[in-house]
């Protein structure tokens, strides 16, 4: 075959003369399989309808491709997907009927809906690839799908890392050991998109990154010509996403992709298609873009409106006649693989199937919540003779149709509310239930935000640095170097990419010559594109491998943070457990100079990223201590460095590659009597120098580097200083509210230093604009050590005018 057009295989073909019985019952297997999956879209939305799930998406229209990419896709394998396809995870065995309805329903229960125990909207897919320790299960072993997420096309990142991980288990010589993750790097990443989806920038991204990478990604584009409303001339030029991508197409003397096109109603044609696809990713590590076009949404979109108000007469009846199933079911009887009345028996035992595992979801959803009433209706009931208000709370409660959780804990704080003040012992009885009901909701809903593993980065065992007499003084990026030269000795999964991660060893030299030493695998350049170097962390730590992704400024952080921030960060939690990726993501901030060079947004990153741990390092010395710590846990993290701190002078600790820092502690770095000042990061060397100044007219600062900002403290030493000083300050180089607020509000509110206080606490932050570019842009944009000795001078003042007489 030429490998220089765009192909469309073979049309449907005619197997009439040659069918063996064998092949025929695989036929109807797929039909019947199609035919369960319709049944589950179209009550689906009968059950949002009638009030039963609150949102329904469903892959009605798109059950013939997937259950041919089911027939390729292997045990190793990986998809990252959209909502639409729910007959290939049926297909491949990785998603009953019941589990089905169980998410729609939000069953808040793994056995239910291992996806996501009830935290997601349907259509939301993902298997457990982690066990209930936390511990990977063999992933060569078994079916994969990493978590869906909502937006469109952010499942792209992502899967340029899972298909980038097959071409490091094939490359790599030093990871041919480990087959529970890989057999050879023949796993093949599966993705889905919709053809709207396509019009996203991460979606041009990831294809472009894919083409770079040659690595074994096969790319379906599920094509109903729609996204909602809006038809395909407003989303993609000429109308066709593989007519645009066709420059991308490998030729005899370029890489590039394989691009195929096929209709998403022709059955044979679909076989036909993946299996060659498949093929090419599998055995040349080639990725491949396969159109599907011709898809149908016979019910339009989703539940939340109806297709007749934007689609013609005419679509609506070329989707009709197109639909999928009504072809396949056209085709069995024109190859006489099934009669007519055959196929009216299997169609109504698929509408049997899905109605019976529909109901045994819905009974099971209720049990649960119906157990927990049981409960309280007992309480209610012992109370409802001597009080005739909780009597009517009784009664309301087991009146309500399809009742909820949140409908008792209502009822039980009603009912307590009533009892204020009395030694009725029943009050003590619900104030027991609703606080077992909270620990329970809790667990339900807000559990594995972070690793509840024994890996858990808060469980790391603590290593301090050691250090000798001929201990020696370098540059900080020189103790970073010794760092990752010790861990890519140490643990053959740990890897490194980013812009200039490579050849340079990075533009700080924090990896020199490293490539060198560990090879073009271990240590890799990048193109420029922040939000896929991320997903190819994201993808590379789901396969097993520890990946330290680079984004080389904090300020161009915002290209990988929605990746980060709706993809990882939430990977834990929107599985409850059943997936981690611990991807230690690194970069460098704070202190440089200009709008898009100062790299101080805290705020913005301890807004968007709970789920990782964020890590603020005021030196090279401190940092390695936390990659060693990050690398030896399952947790991800963001560790920014000081940019400024490159070519400041270290003492190399004797065990640099060992010695861990813990997070969550915050370490004094001077002691003092009157004011606590907690900071972080570059802004430690400024409030020291500050704080001399201070000490010179006799003020005493306790000052206290955070150290980490996500976890915060987790002991409350902070609280334990302003006790003693009786006044706090928070100071950062983040816009005034940012990150300063956020430490103020866990020490003042969490910690409840509030209550020792005798002055107004205080934040010094950096302007509100953006810093000005060059020394004094910097020095009057951020704050500076004289504006930190005003402002505490001022604050001492103001407690103390007698002693400390006005300043200017
Ligand atoms: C970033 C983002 N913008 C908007 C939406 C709302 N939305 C959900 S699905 C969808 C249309 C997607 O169409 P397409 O990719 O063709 O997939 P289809 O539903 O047609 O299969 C939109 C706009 C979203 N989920 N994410
Ligand atoms: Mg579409």
Known sequence: MTKTAVRTLSQTKTIKSNISAKKAASILADYRLACESREASLLGRKEVFMGKAKFGIFGDGKELAQIAMAKVFRPGDFRSGYYRDQTFMFAIGELTLQQYFAQLYAHPDVNADPASAGRLMNGHYATRMIDENGALKELSKSKNSSADISPTAAQMPRLVG???????????????????????????????????????????????????????????????????????????????????????QRTDTEKGFEILIVNGWNYTAL?????????????????????????????GHSTSGSHERYKSKDRLNWEAEYDCIRKMREWIIEQEISSPDELIALEKEAKTTAKTAKDAAWKAFNEGIHNDQKNLDRILENASASHSAIAG????????????????????????????????????????????????????????LYSQSEWSALKVQTVSPLYS??????????????????????????????????????????FAGLQQKYG????????????????????????????????????????????????????????????????IIRTRGHRLEGVWHAGSPIGMILHSLRGI????????????????????????????????????????????????????????LREGSDVTIVTYGSMCRI?????????????????IDAQTLLPFDIHHSILESVRKTNRVVFADEDVPGGASAFMMQKVLEEQGAYAFLDSR???????????????????????????????IYQMMRESDPHRFHKLY
Not at 620 to 636: E, I, K
């Open 162 to 248: 899972l298909g980038y991980a097959s071409k490091l288990f094939r490359e790599n010589k030093e990871l041919r050991k480990f087959r529970n993750l890989s057999e050879n790097g023949n796993e093949v990443a599966f993705g889905t998109i919709g053809n709207a989806s396509t019009s996203e920038g991460m979606f041009f991204e990831a294809i472009n990154a894919a083409g770079v990478l040659q690595i074994p990604m096969l790319m379906s584009v599920w094509d109903d010509e729609y996204g909602i409303s809006v038809p395909k001339e407003y989303h993609t030029t000429k109308g066709s996403i593989s007519k645009i991508l066709a420059g991308f």
């Open 271 to 299: 076989l036909e298609t993946y299996e060659t696809a498949a093929r090419i990713c599998r055995e040349e590590h080639v990725p491949v873009l396969l159109h599907v076009n011709e898809m149908t949404q016979p019910q």
């Open 393 to 448: 709370i009784r009664e309301e409660l087991n009146k309500t149709i399809n009742p909820l959780r949140f409908d008792a804990v209502k009822a039980a704080k009603k009912a307590s509310r009533l009892l204020i003040g009395s030694d009725d012992p029943v009050r003590r009885e619900l104030s027991d239930w609703i606080e077992l009901t909270a620990n329970e909701n809790m667990e339900r809903y807000s559990s594995h």
């Open 469 to 510: 007499d001929n201990s020696s003084l370098l540059d900080g990026r020189e103790i970073l170097q010794a760092c990752f030269d010790a861990a890519l000795q140490r643990d053959p999964l740990i890897l490194a990419f980013g812009e200039d991660v490579g050849r340079i060893g990075d533009v700080n030299q924090g």
């Open 520 to 583: 073009e695998l271990r240590v890799t350049d990048t193109g420029i594109r922040e939000c896929t170097i991320i997903g190819q962390g994201i993808g590379a730590a789901l396969r097993g491998l520890r990946p330290i992704a680079e984004i080389q400024y904090l300020d161009y952080f915002l290209y990988a943070l929605q990746t980060l921030s709706d993809d990882l960060a939430c990977l834990q939690y929107r599985t409850k457990g059943g997936q981690k990726a611990p991807l």
């Open 613 to 668: 741990y964020v890590i603020v390092p005021r030196d090279m010395t401190q940092a390695a201590g936390f990659y060693n710590t990050m690398l030896r846990s399952d947790d991800p993290a963001l560790i920014i460095e000081c940019l400024n701190g490159y070519r400041l002078k270290e003492r190399m600790p004797d065990n640099i590659g060992e010695f861990t820092v813990p997070l969550g502690i915050p370490e004094i």
């Open 687 to 703: 409030i020291i120098e500050a704080a001399e100044e201070l000490s010179a007219v006799g003020i005493s600062c306790e000052v």
């Open 761 to 791: 606490p205080m934040t010094i932050t950096g302007k509100e604009h953006r810093p000005a570019y060059a020394s004094d842009g910097d020095y009057f944009s951020k704050p500076n050590p004289e504006e930190v000795f005003d402002k």
